[in-house]
């Protein structure tokens, strides 16, 4: 295939997935984490004061709020421009009052709240189009023209990153700063010059600014190092010389940015909100961080760590969650490849299977032959790819052990170096079966259509519902609910949808329980009636519309699990009923009679 028939096909790729995710991301409303997200983000620019929000880095969210500096306000306002609460006690006494800030700033003061979150997510999208551009980038040049437009279908075809890398949210962000970092750093590693070192520094830097989980990079980055020095021979001085200038310039540049969103935050208010976010933790993490907190040029170093300290806590206690049957807090150890399995294309799953017997197939010999040398040799050819392997099994571990179960958008960030190295062992074998002659070939390339065919329609006739998308193991989007819920199906985002059904079908009145970041009474008004699913179901009057997000719906009939103290099956009574509508598969709504 020609250089440059490659590069038009890889373009149109890339402008699908601009398109897609575009047209997509108009009719959702706000879902959960944009709520808190995109004011947090308008706070830093705007007042260079990070008191919300401070358990992820600034860097997405600032990137989501700069179209709101040129977005006029209401037609009412004398000024025309996008009011900031800053009298409310959600940001003027609350410690993170995130949630009760976002919902007032964006839905409370007359603000053009669908204008906002349309314009906060046009970033978030280049960002994925970014991270497309650099798998196909990566691929062509470990496996050639064939295997770089394979990974980059697989990327432009992939539910999990058309559904997140519309929304004003962290995880795409971190999967292209931990791909672009690895990438850049890999480079520095063979070539550490003034230049490379400099540009893997800073690309670090950028990847740890977008999520804190991305802390990884720094345990990672160590061990290929380690792994270059004994496989490559080098010279361990300078590896270890080039693994601090890395970090260094890393950490320089996120002192620089975290300067700025602290260069308003009051030292006394900072020192009191870490106080509070870090009582969980004995006191000699404590102390530190709380000494730093006033000082001038440790502050930002400060607030860092202490969003850092945030998340582990976070990572460790969990959050409530529904999940095949039960709820609980503390995860599950078979969460995260059940999700994985039954929300990416079972075409995906087939090609994944087919790479890992055909590379087992290539090892012949027995694995316990010589295992040593054989395993150096082929990582000194194939340090690459032996990166990526390392960094998918690394981050699989501590998700896998991580009582976070709330999403498979955590696990975006290994996405990437999976469809560049299933894309480059199938590029591999079907030139192999080429060679073997045109029956071989013409089988080869039937079956390998067929698949690509399937993923392309599986992931298409979903459109716009991305984030519901399930593939036929779990028997599509219409039975996801049974499996999981929250992000994986419903984060909020059919809010605006269940106005359009009201008004379509002329209801004058609906009880809504809705979990997102829209604002029911926003969208609905006076046909809007707040129902909390944990009263009484005697409560509630017969003759009457109700909807329910599936999330609340799902964790009100699970069981909790042993140990998990919480009221339970206070939506077990709808069982008696049968839903007469599904709004974009996450919103249920009943008639009761």
């Known amino acids: 295939m020609s250089y440059r028939l490659t590069n038009f096909i890889a373009g149109g790729l890339l402008i699908f997935v601009f398109l897609v995710a575009f047209f997509s991301m108009k009719d959702d409303s706000a879902t959960m984490d944009e709520i808190a997200h995109l004011p947090a983000g308008y706070s830093y620019l705007t007042q260079k004061d990070m008191r919300l929000n401070p358990e992820h880095p600034p860097l997405i969210k600032d990137l989501a709020a700069i179209p709101l500096l040129f977005i006029n306000g209401s037609a009412s306002s ?18 993170n009052g995130q949630w009760l800030f976002g919902f007032h700033f964006m839905y409370g003061m007359g603000n053009p709240a669908d204008k906002m979150i349309f314009w906060g997510r046009i970033p978030m999208i280049l960002i994925l ?18 295997a770089a437009l394979l990974a980059l279908f697989l990327f432009s075809f992939s539910p999990a990153f058309l559904a997140h890398g519309r929304l004003v949210t962290t995880d795409v962000g971190a999967a292209t700063g931990v791909f672009i970092a690895t990438y850049y750093f890999l480079k520095a590693l063979k070539n550490p010059t003034k230049k490379t070192v400099i540009l893997a520094g800073i690309s670090f830097g950028l990847a740890e600014l977008c999520k804190f989980s991305v802390i990884l990079l720094i345990p990672f980055f160590i061990f290929l190092g380690l792994i270059w020095w004994l496989i490559k021979f080098g010279k361990l001085f300078q590896t270890l010389k080039f693994l601090i200038l890395v970090l260094f310039v890393g950490y320089l540049l996120i002192g620089v940015v975290y300067q700025y969103h602290v260069w308003n935050y ?21 102390k530190p961080l709380l000494w730093a907190a006033d000082k001038p040029i440790l502050r930002p170093y400060a607030q860092y760590l202490t969003g850092l300290f945030m998340v582990f806590h976070r990572a460790a206690f969990g959050n409530t969650t529904y999940f095949v049957g039960e709820v609980s ?5 078979n969460y995260f490849p059940t999700v994985y399995s039954i929300k990416e294309p079972l075409a995906f799953h087939i090609l994944t299977l087919i790479a890992l017997l055909y590379t087992a197939w290539l090892v012949k ?16 050819n194939h340090f690459p790819e032996f990166a990526m392997l390392s960094f998918i099994v690394l981050y699989w571990a501590v998700s896998l052990y991580s009582n976070l179960n709330i999403g498979v958008r955590h696990l975006l960030p290994a996405f990437p170096f999976t469809f560049v190295l299933v894309s480059g062992t199938i590029s591999n074998l079907l030139n192999r079966l080429i060679c073997r002659g045109p029956t071989s070939a013409n089988l080869a390339w039937g079956f390998f259509l067929i698949l690509i065919f399937w993923q392309a329609i599986s992931v298409l006739s979903i459109y716009p519902h991305f984030l519901a998308y399930a593939n036929e193991i779990a028997g599509g989007p219409n039975n996801l609910y049974i499996y999981t819920v929250d992000s994986n199906l419903d984060w909020g985002q059919d809010l605006k949808r269940l106005k359009k059904w009201a008004d379509l079908n002329k209801i004058d009145k609906i009880y809504v329980d809705y979990f997102g970041g829209g ?8 046909k809007f009636v707040p129902w909390n699913g944990t009263k009484n179901s005697k409560e509630f009057p017969k003759g009457n ?27 077990r009574w709808l069982y008696k009923y049968e839903p007469i509508a599904k709004i974009g598969y996450s919103i249920f709504v009943y008639y009761i009679e």
């Open 329 to 333: 807090n503390l995860g599950w150890k």
């Open 519 to 526: 604002d029911a009474k926003y969208y609905l008004g006076e």
């Open 365 to 380: 010999r027995p694995f316990w032959i010589n295992p040593f040398q054989r395993t150096k040799g082929w990582i000194k």
């Open 545 to 571: 519309y109700l909807a329910v997000s599936a999330t609340f719906l799902q964790g009100g009939r699970g069981e909790p699990v042993p140990g998990f103290n919480q009221s339970y099956g206070h939506y």
């Open 78 to 95: 004398p000024q025309r421009k996008i009011k900031f609460p800053s009298e409310i006690d959600a940001w003027q006494k609350d410690i």
């Open 266 to 286: 009051p030292p006394a208010r900072q020192a009191r909100d870490a106080e509070v976010f870090l009582s969980a933790y004995p006191d000699f993490i404590q």
């Open 129 to 146: 189009v970014l991270l497309g551009f650099y798998i196909f980038k990566w691929a062509k040049e470990l496996f050639g023209n064939k």
